[in-house]
C-alpha cells in the first residue's frame, strides 16, 4: 500500500448554530488563530515528507469552519517548495464551481513544472453546500463536471491555439502556457462517495477512484461496481486506481486511542459536516437514477453517527499499532485498495506529531512489500 497524508485545515471551533456551512458566520474567525493553524498545518505536511509517507493531499472547499482551504492550488504552491520528493495530490477542484476553468488547466501545469512532476490533479464536483457558497446551479452541475474536464484534458495534451466551444464554456484560444512537465498530464483522480454517473465516467478513462469518508459496507459495494466497469472497457483495475480516505488515531494502548478519536474524529461528523439536508443535497445535484438509489439504501446524516457507529462502520479506524495494522488489512487485502489518505487528528499540534511518528514508525512498514512500484504510472491519463 501507498500513503498519502491528507488535511482538511479545519478552523476547530465549537459552536451551537445549525450549520458550520454557508450560513456560519465568519465573524467567529480570528485570523490570528488562522495564522498559527495554517503554518502548523503546513509543518505537518513537511513533517510527513520526512516520516516516508508517499504524498501529501491537500482539497478545497468554502466558507465552513469543516475546512478552510477555499484554494488547494495556493496550498498546492507553498508545498512544492516546501517538500522535494512526495506526490502533491489535490484532491481536488471543483470543476463545476469555476467559471474558467481553463485557469485550472494553467495553474496545474505551473504546479507541475515547478514541483519537478510531483502533481496529482483531482477532479471532483464539490459537495451541495458549495453550490450555495458559490452560487451555481446545482442543476448543470455534472454537465459542467464533464465539459470542464474534457477541456482541462485538452489544453494539457493538444497544441494549442485551438478553439473550444461547448455548452459552458468557450474559448475562441485555448493555448496554455507553460504545459505539464509530466507526460502526456498529470495524473487526474477522482474523488467520490459513489454516484453510479461518476464510477462509470472514471473507470472509462481509468481514473482511480477515491472513496471519501465512507462506510466500509459501501466502499466495497463501489470497489465492486467500479471493477465490472473497467471490465465492460477492456481492462482490469490496479489496486492503485482504488483509494480510501478516513481519519486514523493510532495510541500506545485502545483505549487511548478511542478516547482521543472521540474528541477528535466526533468533531469532524457532528461539529464540522454539521448542515441541514438541503444543503447536502440542492435540488437536482443528484440525477434522478442515483437519487432513486440514495433513497434505497437510507444513510445517517454525519451528526446522527455515534462513535460506536464510526467505529464499527469502518468510517474511522482508530487503536493500538497493532489494532490499527489488523483493521488496515481489511482495506489492503479484502479490498484491494492500493493507497490510503488519511488524516491523524490528534488534537494539538505536538500531539499530531508525535501520532505521525508512530504510524510511520510502527503500522506504515507492514504494508510496504510493493514499496517499488510507481502507484500513478499509467493510470488517470
Same mark, same amino acid.
Given at each position: 500500500?501507498?500513503? @498519502? @497524508?491528507?488535511?482538511?485545515?479545519?478552523?476547530?471551533?465549537?459552536?451551537?448554530?445549525?450549520?458550520?456551512?454557508?450560513?456560519?458566520?465568519?465573524?467567529? =474567525?480570528?485570523?490570528?488563530?488562522?495564522?498559527?493553524? =495554517?503554518?502548523? =498545518?503546513?509543518?505537518?505536511?513537511?513533517?510527513?515528507?520526512?516520516?516516508?509517507?508517499?504524498?501529501?493531499?491537500?482539497?478545497?472547499?468554502?466558507?465552513?469552519? @469543516?475546512?478552510?482551504?477555499?484554494?488547494?492550488?495556493?496550498?498546492?504552491?507553498?508545498?512544492?517548495?516546501?517538500?522535494?520528493?512526495?506526490?502533491?495530490?489535490?484532491?481536488?477542484n471543483g470543476l463545476p464551481l469555476r467559471e474558467n476553468p481553463l485557469r485550472i488547466a494553467e495553474e496545474i501545469a505551473m504546479l507541475d513544472v515547478v514541483s519537478g512532476g !510531483?502533481?496529482?490533479?483531482?477532479?471532483?464536483?464539490?459537495?451541495?453546500?458549495?453550490?450555495?457558497?458559490?452560487?451555481?446551479?446545482?442543476?448543470?452541475?455534472?454537465?459542467?463536471? @464533464?465539459?470542464?474536464?474534457?477541456?482541462?484534458?485538452?489544453?494539457w495534451t493538444e497544441p494549442g491555439p485551438f478553439a473550444f466551444d461547448g455548452r459552458f464554456y468557450r474559448y475562441p484560444f485555448v493555448n496554455p502556457w507553460p504545459r505539464p512537465l509530466q507526460k502526456p498530464h498529470p495524473p487526474i483522480w477522482c474523488p467520490s462517495q459513489g454516484s453510479s454517473e461518476t464510477v462509470e465516467w472514471a473507470a472509462q478513462r481509468r481514473i482511480p477512484y477515491l472513496m471519501v469518508f465512507t462506510?466500509?459496507?459501501?466502499?466495497?459495494?463501489?470497489?465492486?461496481?467500479?471493477?465490472e466497469a473497467c471490465e465492460r472497457y477492456g481492462y482490469q483495475a490496479s489496486r492503485y486506481q482504488l483509494t480510501v480516505n478516513l481519519p486514523i488515531v493510532v495510541a500506545e494502548n485502545d483505549e487511548?486511542?478511542?478516547?482521543?478519536?472521540?474528541?477528535?474524529?466526533?468533531?469532524?461528523?457532528?461539529?464540522?459536516? !454539521?448542515?441541514?439536508?438541503?444543503?447536502?443535497?440542492?435540488?437536482? =445535484?443528484?440525477?434522478?437514477?442515483?437519487?432513486?438509489?440514495?433513497?434505497?439504501?437510507? !444513510?445517517?446524516?454525519?451528526?446522527?453517527?455515534?462513535?460506536?457507529?464510526?467505529?464499527?462502520?469502518?468510517?474511522?479506524?482508530?487503536?493500538?499499532?497493532?489494532?490499527?495494522?489488523?483493521?488496515?488489512r481489511v482495506f489492503s487485502d479484502e479490498l484491494s485498495a492500493g493507497i490510503v489518505c488519511s488524516g491523524l487528528p490528534a488534537g494539538s499540534h505536538a500531539a499530531t506529531l508525535d501520532m505521525m511518528e508512530m504510524f510511520a514508525q510502527e503500522v506504515m512498514p507492514h504494508f510496504r512489500e510493493d514499496a517499488g512500484v510507481d502507484e500513478t504510472a499509467g493510470i488517470g491519463r
Open positions: 500500500m501507498k500513503f @498519502y @497524508y491528507f488535511h482538511l485545515m479545519p478552523y476547530p471551533m465549537e459552536h451551537d448554530a445549525p450549520s458550520s456551512w454557508v450560513t456560519l458566520s465568519n465573524r467567529h =474567525y480570528d485570523p490570528e488563530v488562522g495564522h498559527a493553524l =495554517y503554518n502548523q =498545518y503546513l509543518d505537518q505536511f513537511e513533517h510527513a515528507e520526512r516520516l516516508g509517507w508517499d504524498g501529501l493531499c491537500v482539497n478545497e472547499h468554502h466558507q465552513n469552519c @469543516y475546512g478552510t482551504m477555499p484554494s488547494p492550488n495556493l496550498m498546492a504552491a507553498m508545498l512544492a517548495r516546501r517538500t522535494t520528493r512526495a506526490k502533491i495530490a489535490i484532491l481536488g !510531483r502533481i496529482i490533479s483531482g477532479f471532483v464536483r464539490g459537495i451541495g453546500p458549495e453550490y450555495f457558497s458559490t452560487a451555481v446551479n446545482p442543476t448543470h452541475s455534472r454537465e459542467r463536471f @464533464y465539459e470542464a474536464a474534457e477541456l482541462i484534458v485538452r489544453a462506510p466500509i459496507k459501501r466502499i466495497a459495494q463501489i470497489y465492486g461496481e467500479y471493477r487511548k486511542a478511542r478516547t482521543i478519536a472521540r474528541q477528535t474524529a466526533l468533531w469532524v461528523y457532528h461539529t464540522g459536516l !454539521r448542515m441541514p439536508l438541503t444543503f447536502w443535497l440542492p435540488p437536482g =445535484y443528484l440525477t434522478e437514477s442515483s437519487f432513486r438509489r440514495s433513497l434505497a439504501v437510507p !444513510r445517517k446524516l454525519p451528526t446522527e453517527l455515534s462513535f460506536e457507529d464510526l467505529e464499527e462502520g469502518g468510517y474511522i479506524i482508530c487503536g493500538s499499532p497493532a489494532t490499527v495494522r489488523d483493521k488496515l
